[in-house]
Structures are given as structure tokens and as C-alpha cells.
């Protein structure tokens, strides 16, 4: 803790035991950018979130180019600050470059270079000259060569990239200007393309646009979310040409690659419902999250759980209940919840006489129920929202009980284990002084406000506008007031968090899409419902299988978007009411993050357990 930090703190508060939880930790694979590339980063990150801010709130977009933008723009982020593969934290000594590398960078550059300049010649006859439609050679051998720089790209990326965290490959400039490329054509022959998409009319060009933005896709989503999802996507889209061969509800008469290329990248896949909310409500709340960090109310947050329940017995371990639950309704991912709580609360734990295996058990269990806590519950609520037509405050409160009693049974088997082990509480020393945290409980506006807006009527995209507003008002009451840098770097934050959950709505939409084509969907709930007429408990017990096990290694938002296409349509057929079903399978995608063997949020728990022996 710094002397700055110690100043900044209530005169008499005790010791400030959290500093900077929210902070997004960086992955391995995560550059950590030079001068003037970090700068221009920046830039395009703030201008992305400025973007989607003012569409949303004050000029609206026709809805495929607004999420034709929102998609293409995550992919140039996820290229430009994520490699593709692990990087060392020290900058490996130089090396001759291998001549292999010139060959995919030639026919990479060359291939996307040739792509993308095409693009452009099309939009300056437009701009420039008013010419609606380009000569015919501008489409006709575009996409070709621009798939193939795409694919060398990749694979100079792969087996040839640059380890240095501080410098972007050429690969992955390739691979954004790919995205661009993408984007440009796309809404350059966006009318057409609406009544083409997916029929026997859909041109060459169109074919290749689209299947070079599933491989860009399938890239950035392998790069921040990993293989897990990556692999899902790509057996559903095996699937969809391999449905003449397949046995029983299986089959289905498959479809030409042109088609169903073109068909994935239209409102009814990639553009359907996932990214119709990461576009609007994910981006928006991720947004106010980060207006909360820039002005340090979950720091606020964890040091009230530790005021509130440190001197407990097991206190670290109620601490990391009451803190997950807190930042949970800010937050709303498993695996950032056990990291930013998880740093303080598990040495902690294990400082009182909790194992290292319980200490990081506890974190993940408490910390996945931040999925589930009002007011916002992760990006998955959302997308429920949007899929079942029901208003979210209906959702919200429908979450109210359910919540609270997971963190009861958290916080009572934590208690219990205390107590048939002795243990005592944290030191009163050690901790904040409850009453002069108390003083700042203004901190809390933004939530209330967030909350009271909601419930008075506002729309989702005000209410979180109004109480992103409140935050920022609320921080001039602290001593990190958000002046013009820290709106800088509020917005800054929200483009890179945002990179996640893009890619992964994008991807999801893939597989929505080839459920709605094939009509895979239907004929499972068939099967559920086959299942249920020798036994409904059975038919709920598969469906919280499937839920489980879609979601290993997925974050929850994927985990959910693909279950409540699978599963859900299943269970209301059975007569069980659309919200219950859809609660039902939501609750399952997120407890796949604890459950074996993946268990994505343990395994985010495991590098806190070593800090104290």
C-alpha cells in the first residue's frame, strides 16, 4: 500500500485491505503494448466504446451495420491486443527471421492487402464519385485472395509469431486489416446481401466474405476464451454438411457451403440475438463497470465485506461470500470475481487455518454466484431477456430468491466448518472500522440507481446510462474524481473487457444459427419430450447435463446462448413456464464453472491459493 492509498483512505478507518481488486488481470497471451502502439490502442479503444454510447443513446444505426460495426471493430481489438499464442513476460532476444516467415507474410500481406484494397476502391467511387455500384473486376476476384492471406496470415501467427509483448506481428495486423476488409464489403452490398444471404443467389464474393469473418471469428475467440467454445462451433458447422450421413434426429439434408456461409452471417446467426444484447446491454454495462473501477468503488465494496464480516470465525471466508456477492452485482463473471476477491480472501482464509483446496474452493463456489445476483447477473440475463421477450426487472426479481439463498448455503457451510475447526476471525486491528466505511456508503448510489431506474420504467439502455452518469457524479465525492482522463480511461477499459464477450457472442451466434437451419432445436425437444413421457424428472436431470456439460471450458454467456437454443424450447414444450425453463438451464451454464474436470473458476482460483504458506 502506498502512502497516496493511505491518504486517500477515511481518517481512522484502519488498514485499507483492498486496492484495485476490479482490475482486469492480464492473460498470458495479452500484450502489454510500446509508447506511441499503446497510444493508438487507446484510441481506437475509446472511440469503440464512444461509438457504441452515442449510437445506443443519441444516433441510431440501421441494426445490421450497427452490429456488422460492433462485431468487426471487437475483431480488430482481439487481433491487436491478444497473440495467438502464450508470451513471455521478458522480451526474447533477437533472431533472424525464418524464411518461412517471408513466404507466409508475402502471400498474407499480398492476399489481404489485395482484398482490402478492392474494398476500398469500391467505397472511394462511392464517396468520391457517387458510383453505387464498382466495376465488376472489384468483386469478382475479391475473395479469393483474400481468404488466402487470411489463412497465411494464420498460420504465420501460429507457428512463426512474435513473442514480444511489447510489438504487434505483422500476422496480426494482417488478421485486423482482414476484419476491415470484411466489414467494408459486407456493408457496402448490405441490401443486396439481406435478400441473397443463404439462397442460391448469394456470389462468390459474398461466400468468401462471410467465411473469412467465421475463421477470424473462431481466431479471436480461441485467443481470449480458449479452444472449449472453438471446438463447439466448429462441430455444429461440420455438422450442418454432414447431415445426409448422420443417424435418427440427427439427420437433415445438409447444405452447400456457399449457403450456409452466407446464411451464418445474417441476423439469423453471427447478428442474432447473442450479439443483438453484447451490442447493447453487455457493452453499456460493462461500461458502467468500468466507470465503477476508474472510480474505485469495488475496492469500496471488498473493504465493507471485510468491516461487515472479518471478525467473524472463518471471517476471511464470509468476507469472499459478501465481497462476491457485492462485486457480483457489478461484474458478473465467475473467473474475475475469484481473481480480483480471490487475491485477498484466499491467503487470507488460509491465514486463519482454512486448507489451500477449501480456501480456493470457497472463492469459486461464492464467486459464481455473481452470475446470479441482481441487478445485472452477468451478460447471461441478458441474452435471456432478449430470447424470451420477457422484461428484464421481471428477470431480476425472479433472481432475487434464488440468489440469496445460494449465498446463504455458501455462507452457512463456510460457518460450519469454521466452527468443527476452532477458527477464529481476523484481528479487529486488521480491519476496517465499520462505522467510518459507513460514511461512504454514497458508493452504493449508482447500484440504487441502477436498480430504481429499472423499476420506475426506464428502458435497460437509460437506466444504465442514467446510473453510468451517477457513478461519475458519485466519484467527485472521492478522491478519484473521473475528470477527462479517467472518462478516458473508463471508456478505454470497457473496449478491452469488452473484447471477451464480443468474440464469444459472435461465436454463439454461429451455433444459434446452425440450430435454426438444421432444425436440430426442434427435434431435440422432441426427444425431451419423448424422454418425459416415461419420466418428466428425467427429462430435467438430461437437461441439466447438457447444460453442464455445453458449459465446461465456456464462459457462461456462450454456455447459456447455446442451452437456451438446445435445451430450453425442450422444456417449455413439456408445459414448464418460459422463465422457470430458461432460469432453470441458466443456472446450470453457470454452475459449469465449478464443476469438473474443466471448472473454469477453480482453475482462476488456484494461482491465489499459493501466496501464503
Not at 223 to 228: D, F, I, P, S, T
Not at 435 to 455: A, N, S
Not at 531 to 544: D, R
Request: glycine content about 10%; aromatic content about 12%; proline content about 6%.
Amino acid at each position: 500500500m502506498t502512502q497516496a492509498d493511505n491518504a486517500s483512505a477515511p481518517k481512522g478507518s484502519g488498514p485499507i485491505l483492498a486496492q484495485n481488486v476490479d482490475e482486469e488481470p492480464v492473460a498470458s497471451n495479452q500484450r502489454l503494448h510500446g509508447s506511441w502502439i499503446n497510444l493508438t490502442i487507446t484510441v481506437l479503444c475509446i472511440a469503440y466504446t464512444a461509438f457504441h454510447i452515442g449510437v445506443m443513446n443519441l444516433y441510431p444505426l440501421e441494426t445490421w451495420t450497427y452490429r456488422l460495426i460492433h462485431v468487426c471493430g471487437g475483431l480488430l481489438l482481439g487481433f491487436l491486443i491478444y497473440s495467438a499464442v502464450q508470451l513471455p513476460n521478458t522480451a526474447p532476444a533477437g533472431a533472424r527471421r525464418n524464411p518461412l516467415d517471408w513466404l507466409f507474410m508475402a502471400v498474407g500481406i499480398g492476399g489481404i492487402g489485395y482484398g482490402f484494397a478492392m474494398v476500398a476502391y469500391a467505397w472511394g467511387g462511392y464517396w468520391l464519385a457517387g458510383i453505387p455500384r464498382p466495376p465488376v473486376f472489384v468483386f469478382a476476384n475479391f475473395g479469393l485472395p483474400l481468404l488466402v492471406g487470411t489463412l497465411a496470415a494464420l498460420a504465420g501467427a501460429w507457428f512463426l509469431p512474435n513473442r514480444d509483448r511489447a510489438r504487434i506481428g505483422w500476422a496480426d495486423y494482417a488478421l485486423g486489416i482482414a476484419s476491415i476488409a470484411v466489414l467494408g464489403y459486407i456493408l457496402f452490398n448490405v441490401g443486396p446481401l439481406r435478400l441473397r444471404a443463404g439462397t442460391a443467389m448469394a456470389q462468390p464474393a459474398d461466400y468468401y466474405a462471410a467465411l473469412v469473418g467465421v475463421i477470424l471469428i473462431l481466431e479471436v475467440t480461441r485467443r481470449v476464451a480458449g479452444l472449449a467454445l472453438v471446438v463447439i462451433a466448429s462441430i455444429f458447422i461440420l455438422y450442418s454438411f454432414a447431415g445426409p450421413y448422420l443417424p435418427g434426429f440427427l439427420n437433415h439434408r445438409g447444405y452447400e457451403p456457399s449457403r450456409f456461409f452466407t446464411y451464418i452471417f445474417t441476423d439469423q446467426g453471427i447478428l442474432s440475438d447473442p450479439v443483438a444484447v453484447s451490442s447493447t446491454y453487455i457493452i453499456l454495462f460493462i461500461t458502467f463497470a468500468a466507470f465503477l473501477q476508474a472510480s474505485k468503488v469495488g475496492d469500496y465494496f471488498v473493504n465493507f465485506a471485510f468491516a461487515a464480516a472479518g471478525r467473524a470465525r472463518g471471517g476471511p471466508a464470509k468476507v469472499a461470500v459478501l465481497a462476491s456477492g457485492l462485486m457480483g452485482m457489478i461484474n458478473g463473471t465467475s473467473a474475475g470475481n475469484v481473481v480480483s476477491t480471490g487475491s485477498l480472501t484466499i491467503p487470507l482464509m488460509k491465514k486463519v487455518g482454512y486448507p489451500a483446496k477449501t480456501s480456493a474452493a470457497v472463492e469459486a463456489a461464492a464467486s459464481s454466484g455473481g452470475q446470479i445476483m441482481p441487478p445485472i447477473m452477468g451478460a447471461g440475463a441478458f441474452i435471456m431477456a432478449e430470447v424470451t421477450g420477457i422484461p428484464y426487472t421481471d428477470i431480476v426479481i425472479a433472481a432475487i430468491i434464488p440468489s440469496v439463498l445460494y449465498f446463504a448455503s455458501v455462507y452457512f457451510m463456510v460457518d460450519l466448518q469454521a466452527t468443527k475447526m476452532g477458527m477464529k476471525g481476523l484481528p479487529k486491528e486488521e480491519l476496517p472500522v465499520f462505522k467510518e466505511l459507513l460514511k461512504q456508503v454514497y458508493l452504493f448510489i449508482p447500484i440504487i440507481m441502477l436498480i430504481y431506474t429499472l423499476f420506475a420504467g426506464y428502458s435497460v439502455i437509460r437506466a444504465g446510462t442514467v446510473s453510468m452518469m451517477a457513478a461519475a457524479v458519485v466519484s467527485w465525492l472521492t478522491p478519484h474524481r473521473m475528470g477527462p482522463r479517467l472518462f478516458a480511461k473508463a471508456f478505454d477499459m470497457a473496449a478491452r473487457m469488452s473484447i471477451q464477450l464480443v468474440a464469444v457472442c459472435a461465436c454463439a451466434g454461429i451455433i444459434v444459427g446452425v440450430i435454426a437451419l438444421t432444425g436440430v432445436g426442434a427435434r431435440f425437444s422432441s426427444l425431451l419430450l419423448g424422454i418425459a413421457e416415461q419420466n418428466q424428472l428425467l427429462a430435467l436431470f438430461f437437461a441439466m447435463c447438457i447444460s453442464i456439460v455445453l458449459g465446461m471450458g465456456m464462459p457462461t454467456t456462450a454456455a447459456y446462448a447455446v442451452a437456451a437454443a438446445v435445451v430450453a424450447p425442450g422444456l417449455v414444450n413439456l408445459g414448464i413456464p418460459v422463465l422457470t425453463a430458461h432460469f432453470f438451464v441458466f443456472y446450470f451454464a453457470v454452475m459449469s464453472a465449478i464443476t469438473p474436470p474443466v471448472a473454469l473458476a477453480a482453475y482462476a482460483g488456484r494461482p491465489c491459493r499459493g501466496r501464503i504458506r
